[in-house]
């Protein structure tokens, strides 16, 4: 069983900063791809960073210049430094991984429970 476990969210003032974190954990052959999404309310599910086995990044235009993805590979996490917030970036953040649990077994799409980001004075 695979299990990716968020944490870092929380109330922070606009131009304050926060820090993501979500660690993989349970069966793991492999790790491919990581990225980080959000979703507002009312508004769909969108990409924010994403970084791949070779350490590859992209950023959603809204984010970039702001917004830093990493990880760490030898503990099966990945992060997102937050700078520069604004209220708009409010939303549920979700961390996502490609993970082969096993090397007999494809490579499948993993979610994390979410971690509530709010920008607010």
């Known amino acids: 069983q695979v299990q990716l476990v968020e944490s870092g969210g929380g109330l922070v003032q606009p131009g304050g900063s926060l820090r993501l974190s979500c660690a993989a954990s349970?069966?793991?052959?492999?790790?491919?791809?990581m990225g980080w999404y959000r979703q507002a309310p009312g508004k769909e599910r969108e990409l924010v960073a994403g970084i791949t086995s070779g350490g590859s990044t992209k950023y959603a235009d809204s984010v970039k210049g702001r917004f830093t993805i990493s990880r760490d590979s030898a503990k099966n996490t990945v992060y997102l430094q937050m700078n520069s917030l604004k209220p708009e970036d409010t939303a549920v953040y979700y961390c996502?991984?490609?993970?082969?649990?096993?090397?007999?077994?494809?490579?499948?799409?993993?979610w994390g429970q979410g971690t509530q980001v709010t920008v607010s004075s």
């Open positions: 349970g069966s793991i052959f492999s790790i491919n791809a």
């Open positions: 996502n991984a490609d993970i082969r649990p096993h090397f007999l077994r494809p490579v499948s799409d993993y």
